[in-house]
């Protein structure tokens, strides 16, 4: 197997999949068994949660058994448009909400998540803060009308997600919560044996203010993640990028007297242009050696101080030309009584690009055809932005912002998981209260335990909480939720992408079809079918192994390069060194080991290994 071959194509070859349609994958038995496995890790390390209550205990207020822990649940994959647009999430021109009719006309959504139906479910059965706090988990198939899907089960329409979902009374209640969800992903991860980065995120369209992603380090991730070789800093690119690195005195203005390049950017509405100034390369320091580095624009900071960005547009300044030559050669008509949208351009400049290239704007690189439509439709209204911001994206060796060395490290990376903090996002919106305990007394978490890192107010969730709010009865209180996500399809493509190598698969042994395989020649099959029987026995005080016979017939050579491109964490071979010695040899691809064990030692030996893998 060739590095260069992706993730999608090793778990086609290997047997694990077959694609169904465009964004839509068949699990064969092999995938299936990976799945399968991955769930019940889940399962596992939600029961630490308490995963050992049955819903419908909720319904009994005066339950004596203690509140309730994270009970498994089965959620519908229909929602009703009626329930989003009550949260405020539903847009007639959303494209990725997959919609259907009945045939009496009745709107359905097949979900892309659960947090309307599920704080709606939650509402009808809890009343009282007796049965809080409240934890449901579910492992269901959700859907996503992706535009265009690609990477095999990285960006798919169809996926399997676990979700879960918390109740709590209060803040301090729901920030504990929290603390105690990302301590069982951090368990689960170790578990699984694979290399993970936790870093600050944005919330983006679920909402909250505080939320944490999980990812893989792989160079076919669509996330970049920031972290510091020397402290914990850890962020995704789209929050840390949103922290304004102002210019300090120790950081002169305009110093660089160019090459430059000019970065464009253009309002939803079209009225307005952004115009963007950095230098082309940046030097190791101040005081160190030549340039070095290529630079590139930082967008999630400049989206950040201007929300209205869209930078969906491929050729903004092209779009913004053609859209004000198209309405100049339109007349407005005379029954138009609004107010008449001008076009605006605002310059923004990095501090190192000096004050005199911003009168000689000509020599940025713009065609000058182009220069001179924009000024022949722009003529005087354009702005200076006057703030002096560092506007280049940051790069492998730059200083850390926590501790100051020079020990960042951009990587791209799959995010795995994602832990939401979500306030009472949903269930002021969607009216779902609670009665209080009249005897307690209000708390409120300190906001130093809760608030996120400086980010921009580019989401409109934060309005829609208080807009979107119901009116109160006395002693009730809208519910404090979180929500908690893994993503087991994707994981799969991520963990086999991450992980191969010039063999093929390399599964962790959490995540294996089969922890060993046991593979012999023909005059030796019954010797591995009596060795597979031992590994495979029940005996008091020990685990049996996950082992499978390939008994196909094939040549032990062929079945060698197989159990290699499968990715078995541990291959058990039954050839020649068996004939002569009675020995087999035990090989571990992730220990990179090869040993030649007794029959008699052969299930200790394999156990010892699994525990290291």
Not at 106 to 132: A, C, D, W
Not at 402 to 412: D, E, F, H, R, Y
Not at 481 to 494: F, K, L, P, V
Request: some cysteine; overall charge positive.
């Amino acid at each position: 197997m060739l590095l260069s071959e992706d993730a999608p194509s090793r778990l086609i070859r290997a047997g694990y999949v077959r694609q169904a349609h465009s964004g839509f994958f068949h699990l064969l038995p092999l995938g299936l068994r990976v799945q399968e496995k991955l769930e019940k890790l889940i399962d596992k390390h939600m029961s630490k949660l308490g995963a050992s209550y049955l819903l419908y205990r909720a319904s009994n207020a005066q339950s004596s058994q203690g509140p309730l822990g994270a009970a498994k649940v089965s959620l519908s994959a229909f929602s009703a448009p009626d329930l989003w647009i009550k949260s405020g999430r539903y847009r007639d021109d959303n494209p990725e909400l997959f919609q259907l009719r009945d045939r009496k006309g009745v709107r359905f959504l097949l979900s892309p998540t659960h947090e309307e139906e599920i704080t709606t479910l939650v509402h009808g059965i809890v009343n009282s803060y007796k049965q809080l706090p409240l934890l449901l988990y579910q492992i269901s198939r959700k859907y996503r009308d992706e535009p265009r899907p690609r990477q095999g089960l990285l960006r798919t329409r169809e996926f399997l997600m676990k979700d879960l979902y918390t109740f709590d009374a209060g803040e301090i209640a729901a920030f504990d919560t929290y603390q105690k969800v990302r301590k069982i992903y951090k368990d689960f991860f170790n578990e699984l044996q694979v290399p993970i980065l936790v870093a600050r995120a944005d919330s983006g369209e679920i909402g909250g203010h505080l939320s944490h992603e999980y990812h893989i380090a792989t160079a076919s991730g669509e996330d970049t993640i920031i972290s510091c070789g020397s402290c914990n800093y850890t962020y995704n690119e789209e929050l840390v990028q949103a922290v304004i690195r102002p210019v300090t005195p120790e950081r002169p203005t305009g110093h660089r007297q160019g090459p430059y390049q000019t970065w464009f950017g253009i309002s939803r509405d079209r009225s307005h242009l952004y115009e963007v100034i950095l230098p082309q390369f940046l030097e190791a320091g101040e005081e160190e050696g030549p340039m070095r580095k290529q630079a590139q624009f930082n967008t999630y900071l400049i989206r950040s101080l201007y929300p209205d960005l869209d930078l969906s547009i491929e050729r903004p300044l092209h779009t913004f030309l053609e859209y004000w030559r198209g309405k100049r050669s339109s007349s407005r008509p005379v029954s138009d009584t609004k107010p008449l949208t001008l076009p605006r351009l605002t310059l923004l400049r990095d501090y190192r690009v000096s004050e005199d290239f911003i009168e000689r704007r000509d020599a940025s690189g713009l065609e000058k055809p182009l220069r001179r439509s924009l000024s022949s439709i722009i003529g005087s209204r354009w702005l200076r932005d006057k703030a002096f911001l560092d506007l280049a994206r940051p790069q492998t060796g730059d200083k850390c912002p926590t501790c100051g060395q020079k020990s960042l490290k951009v990587q791209q990376a799959v995010e795995l998981g994602h832990t939401f903090n979500l306030g009472q996002r949903y269930s002021k919106p969607m009216g779902a209260t609670f009665a209080t305990n009249p005897a307690a007394k209000p708390a409120t978490a300190p906001t130093s335990a809760v608030a996120p890192a400086p980010m921009p107010d580019k989401s409109t969730a934060a309005k829609r909480d208080s807009d979107k709010s119901t009116a109160l009865k006395p002693n009730h209180q809208y519910f404090f939720m979180g929500c908690h996500g893994i993503g087991i399809s994707r994981m799969i493509a991520a963990v086999a992408d991450a992980l191969a190598d010039e063999q093929g698969l390399v599964w962790p042994r959490a995540m294996a079809p089969y922890e060993a395989v046991i593979l012999a020649t023909g005059e030796h099959i019954t010797a591995a079918e009596e060795a597979w029987d031992m590994l495979t026995r029940h005996e008091e005080g020990m685990e049996p192994v996950d082992a499978v016979l390939d008994d196909r017939s094939r040549d032990l050579g062929w079945k060698l390069k197989d159990a290699d491109l499968l990715g078995f964490p541990i291959v058990i071979v039954f050839g020649s060194k068996f004939a002569k010695s009675r020995l087999c040899e035990v090989s571990v691809r992730r220990l990179a080991t090869r040993q030649n064990v007794s029959v008699a030692n052969l299930r200790d030996y394999v156990v010892s290994r699994l525990a290291k893998i």
